[in-house]
């Protein structure tokens, strides 16, 4: 089965159909495939060489950064098999196998720069690995990332609190301590392994949905956290991941999509300067206007004329992304993403979202 195939397949199975598929007849009046090809080129040279993963100054957060990094790759069109970068993805993918713990977590707890909030690299890791599993056709390298991804779902529902949600690290060991940013990074990851055909339990899913519901403010925001009796108002970039994950999951016109949507058109400026977590906010609200497209508003809402478009948001966007690039095609981080690969990857995740290459990401 081809890599095309094999992705419409895939596309179909997940039911994304909110709005219609991009043509490249369409394609955006900013031109922006210098910036991605640099930006690619960048990542492709920051990538240790004998490891195979990619890390901030001083070895932080590699696990999270390695499988954003991946996934900017496999979105390119590369695959282990074929393509410009598949070297660096395959030594990416033999790195996480590597390091990956007997009791399913991606990463290493034992490294001092990962031991205090593993459940993020655990996330994004399992997002590039379930990636790459629904394009792998080598039989055995197949198999042993079906164990892989196996366990690593199991971790996922062990690590889980009562709550429903996730925190920087486990449940057992953070003392039920949920926050949703984590709890996100948990969610798409496993709508990606269920749509590459790894079993993820139901009762992980409708747990994670009640904490979302819960954590959704009267004005239609998520708080940061519903550990301690919860409160705290909504935080424009957790609600933009929460629409991000509303969609991932099929949940289209959801009535909680649905408000999570209007408080991110009330809260985001996208592409006007720097705001408290941008990188992460533009991250995945850029996913949630991909799906939307230029119809989805009215779809969503009925009636309403003025409402978001992907085509004027892409355009400020990139506008945006590329007055802000670096001459070597990385990007600067803010806050907890200083680091350039974990920007440059999350930046080009933005920009490559119209190549359509990844079911999670497609419409």
């Known amino acids: 089965m081809n890599r095309i195939t094999r992705r419409a397949m895939l596309a179909s199975a997940a039911g994304l159909t909110l709005a219609p598929t991009f043509s490249w007849a369409d394609e955006p009046k900013v031109d922006v495939q210098e910036s991605i090809r640099k930006g690619l080129d960048f990542l492709a040279k920051s990538q240790n060489k004998a490891e195979g993963n990619w890390e901030a100054l ?18 390119e069109g590369s695959t282990m098999r074929e393509g410009k970068y598949s070297q660096n993805i395959k030594k990416a993918v033999e790195w996480f196998m590597k390091r990956s713990q007997p009791n399913g977590l991606l990463g290493n707890p034992n490294n001092a720069t990962e031991a205090s909030r593993y459940m993020y690299g655990h ?29 690593a779902v199991e971790f996922c529902g ?41 079993v993820v339990p139901k009762v992980i899913i409708d ?64 592409g006007k300067g720097r705001n408290p977590h941008d990188e992460y906010q533009n991250y995945y609200f850029s996913q949630a206007m991909y799906v939307l497209g ?57 920009l490559q979202l119209e190549n359509a290459t990844l079911p999670i990401y497609q419409r």
Not at 123 to 151: H, I, M, N, P, Q
Not at 173 to 185: A, K, L, R, Y
Not at 245 to 264: D, R, V
């Open 58 to 75: 001083g070895g932080q957060y590699p696990t999270s950064i390695t499988g954003l990094a991946g996934m900017a790759l496999l979105m």
């Open 123 to 151: 996330g994004f890791g399992l997002l590039f690995l379930a990636s790459v599993y629904g394009e792998e056709e080598d039989e055995k390298r197949r198999k042993d990332l079906e164990k892989l991804l196996t366990k």
């Open 158 to 198: 062990k690590s889980q609190t009562d709550k429903g949600g996730w925190g920087y690290v486990s449940a057992s060991e953070g003392g039920n301590f949920d926050e949703g940013s984590v709890t996100i990074t948990q969610l798409q990851p496993l709508r990606a392994a269920r749509n590459a055909g790894i």
């Open 207 to 270: 747990k994670s949905i009640d904490y979302m519901k819960k954590s959704t403010t009267a004005d239609g925001g998520i708080m940061y956290s519903l550990a301690h009796g919860g409160g705290g108002g909504g935080r424009p970039a957790l609600t933009a991941a929460a629409v991000a994950c509303a969609f991932s999951q099929g949940e289209y016109k959801s009535e909680l999509a649905k408000k999570w949507f209007k408080y991110c058109q009330k809260t985001i400026p996208f």
């Open 294 to 350: 230029d119809d989805g508003w009215e779809k969503l809402f009925p009636g309403e004329k003025n409402g978001m478009k992907w085509s004027e948001f892409r355009k400020t966007m990139y506008e945006h992304l590329k007055s802000t690039q670096n001459a070597d095609g990385s990007w600067n981080g803010g806050g907890w993403v200083s680091a350039p690969a974990l920007a440059t990857s999350m930046n080009l995740t933005i």
